[in-house]
Antibody
Framework: EVHLVESGGGLVQPGGSLRLSCVAS????????MHWVRQVPGKGLVWVSR??????????RYVDSVKGRFTISRDNAKNTLYLQMNSLRAEDTAVYYC????????????WGQGTMVTVSS | DIVMTQSPDSLAVSLGERATINCKSSQSVLYNSNNLNYLAWYQQKPGQPPHLLID???TRESGVPDRFTGSGSGTDFTLTIDSLQAEDVAVYYC?????????FGGGTKVEIK
């Protein structure tokens, strides 16, 4: 069965850092684009970042609000996706989902259960 | 960025009746070279992650009941739920993936009347 399991969320002070992880199983991880999407509880979905299958830095994209602060990466040998989040702000508080891209496009057909990130002093 | 606008924000429908959700994009998401609309619909039930129902505006994902139908092209799209069931209570989102960043509509909450 196909699974994505996120971890690494928690409470962090403004200006702090966190690294989220997403472990994939049940499919060929290295063949798929992977994404991070966030959601403030009770609010809508916001796409955060994407990395292509090969995982090179040139294959990454970000929403403007996180550019220069967040870095997406992957380790295909470990079937793991990462999101390094630096200079965190209160407005980054959300549930962060990892998701598998459909083919080479930005629709997401598999989602993890999410990990909560709270930025507060 | 392409802005996705959904309507209504919420609707209450009787069991067995039809629910209709609209989604409008600020620019066309139809890619002329392949005649595909880069538009997806998701269902999110309380406490769960989103679930992909439809992509390419009208292609139902495997296992999605055929009471869910996506239609539309260009900038105007519709998700129709025929014969609403209790398990369809959820928030529904449209998403364009025509251009980066992919963007979502604000969501439509479907409840039972």
């Amino acid at each position: 069965e196909v699974h994505l399991v996120e971890s690494g969320g928690g409470l962090v002070q403004p200006g702090g850092s966190l690294r989220l992880s997403c472990v994939a199983s049940g499919f060929t991880f290295s063949s798929h684009w992977m994404h991070w999407v966030r959601q403030v509880p009770g609010k809508g979905l916001v796409w955060v970042s994407r990395i292509n299958a090969d995982g090179t830095s040139s294959s990454t994209r970000y929403v403007d609000s996180v550019k220069g602060r967040f870095t997406i990466s992957r380790d295909n040998a470990k079937n793991t996706l990462y999101l390094q989040m630096n200079s965190l702000r209160a407005e980054d508080t959300a549930v962060y989902y990892c998701g598998r891209g459909v083919g080479g496009h930005d629709a997401l057909d598999i989602w993890g259960q999410g990990t909560m990130v709270t930025v507060s002093s | 960025d392409i802005v996705m606008t959904q309507s209504p924000d919420s609707l209450a429908v009787s069991l067995g009746e039809r629910a209709t959700i609209n989604c409008k994009s600020s620019q066309s998401v139809l890619y002329n070279s392949n005649n595909l609309n880069y538009l997806a619909w998701y269902q999110q039930k309380p406490g769960q992650p989103p679930h992909l129902l439809i992509d390419w505006a009208s292609t139902r994902e495997s296992g999605v009941p055929d009471r869910f139908t996506g239609s539309g092209s260009g900038t105007d799209f519709t998700l129709t739920i025929d014969s609403l069931q209790a398990e369809d209570v959820a928030v529904y989102y449209c998403q364009q993936y025509y251009s980066t960043p992919p963007t979502f509509g604000g969501g439509t909450k479907v409840e039972i009347k």
